[in-house]
Structures are given as structure tokens and as C-alpha cells.
T-cell receptor, first 113, second 111 residues
Framework: EADIYQTPRYLVIGTGKKITLECSQT?????MYWYQQDPGMELHLIHY???????EKGDLSSESTVSRIRTEHFPLTLESARPSHTSQYLC????????????FGPGTRLTVT | GESVGLHLPTLSVQEGDNSIINCAYS??????FIWYKQESGKGPQFIID?????DKRQGQRVTVLLNKTVKHLSLQIAATQPGDSAVYFC??????????FGPGTRLSVLP
């Protein structure tokens, strides 16, 4: 079991609220990622980071933002939640040596009403 | 919420049969190829990897085949069990850069 954690696991929130999804890893990995995944669907990269103070947008346009102030922590924030944000959000970090596999957290299932 | 992509293809197999899941990858410069298994309600987990200088690698009940000529990857699961029911993703990377995940295949094991 990889040491990568996400909280909350489930969140139901009203439209317009600001939310932060937490992701922490204790493996000291520099590279971290956020993916969005609807049930039964593909993974879509929304943000990534190569280390402290590094953040980049991914392939999928997202209204969220991320920060990376500490190596172990990579939170994702939605300033104003909308029903279209309803999805599962997966956080991952990358092992720094071959084959560079990604370790995933359990995910946060977000529902915006 | 809105769907953000394609519904996954589904492979149904009888318990005890062998399963073959296929994947086409995009970058001929990719060096590492990984198969992940995602069970319901969980994040994807590493199953097996293969490097670009190999064409076959075996694990416990799983075999990965790589055909660089046609940029094709496959995962073979021997004697498929109910616990193998999951979504399987292939992924590629170039020495830890340029990660790309395939669309995924849902494996359903029939009793």
C-alpha cells in the first residue's frame, strides 16, 4: 500500500462554495499529479508539479488551482464549485526511479448540488 | 456531472479463461510502459511494467507484450479470477517525463 492520502474521501457541497481537496504523500516524491475521472471513464490530467513551488496545468481545462509549498503536500482548490465539477479527483506521485510508476491515492468523490 | 471523455470498452471473460487486454500507445520515444489495475472506489495500482528494450515480461499470472513496430501493448491474465474484475489502464513515460495514460478497459469476469 502506497503512502499517499487524500481527504475527504467523499464530499457533497452546494454550488458556489470554495473547497480544498487535500493530498499528502510521505515518500518524498518530487512529482505529483491531480487527475479527474468520471465513473467508468478515462483519467484526465488537470494539474501537476515537479517539486516545491512548481505547478503546471494539465491537458484538461480546469477551473481549479493547486499549490506546492511543501514536498509532501499538494492541495487542489475550487474557488466556486459548480455541478459540472462533480467527479472523482485522484492524486498521484511518481517514484523517481525506473519504471517511474505512479502511486495513487484513494480519490475524493465530489458532488456539487 | 458532465462526462469528460469516452466510456471504457468492456471485456467479458469466463472465470478460469485467459484474458487479453490491448492498448495502443502514442509516443515512439517512450521508454517505460506500465499496466495499472483500478478496482471500484480505489485509485489505480501498479501491476507490471516493461521497458522499451524488451518485448515480453512475465509476472505472477500476468504477461505483458510489447510490439514497438505497431506501438501496441497487451496484458495477458492467465486463469482469470473474480478478483481480476477491474478497469485496466496502460501508461507510457519517457524516463519519468511525458506520462500518458490509455483510455482503459473494463474487465468483467463471469461466473
Amino acid at each position: 500500500e502506497a503512502d499517499i492520502y487524500q481527504t475527504p474521501r467523499y464530499l457533497v457541497i452546494g454550488t458556489g462554495k470554495k473547497i480544498t481537496l487535500e493530498c499528502s504523500q510521505t515518500m518524498g516524491h518530487d512529482k505529483m499529479y491531480w487527475y479527474q475521472q468520471d465513473p467508468g471513464m478515462e483519467l484526465h490530467l488537470i494539474h501537476y508539479s515537479y517539486g516545491v513551488n512548481s505547478t503546471e496545468k494539465g491537458d484538461l481545462s480546469s477551473e481549479s488551482t493547486v499549490s506546492r509549498i511543501r514536498t509532501e503536500h499538494f492541495p487542489l482548490t475550487l474557488e466556486s464549485a459548480r455541478p459540472s465539477h462533480t467527479s472523482q479527483y485522484l492524486c498521484a506521485s511518481t517514484y523517481p526511479f525506473p519504471p517511474y510508476e505512479q502511486y495513487f491515492g484513494p480519490g475524493t468523490r465530489l458532488t456539487v448540488t | 456531472g458532465e462526462s469528460v471523455g469516452l466510456h471504457l470498452p468492456t471485456l467479458s471473460v469466463q472465470e478460469g479463461d485467459n484474458s487479453i487486454i490491448n492498448c495502443a500507445y502514442s509516443n515512439s520515444a517512450s521508454d517505460y510502459f506500465i499496466w495499472y489495475k483500478q478496482e471500484s472506489g480505489k485509485g489505480p495500482q501498479f501491476i507490471i511494467d516493461i521497458r522499451s528494450n524488451m518485448d515480453k515480461r512475465q509476472g505472477q499470472r500476468v504477461t505483458v507484450l510489447l510490439n514497438k513496430t505497431v506501438k501496441h501493448l497487451s496484458l495477458q491474465i492467465a486463469a482469470t479470477q473474480p478478483g481480476d474484475s477491474a478497469v485496466y489502464f496502460c501508461a507510457e513515460n519517457n524516463y519519468g517525463q511525458n506520462f500518458v495514460f490509455g483510455p482503459g478497459t473494463r474487465l468483467s469476469v463471469l461466473p
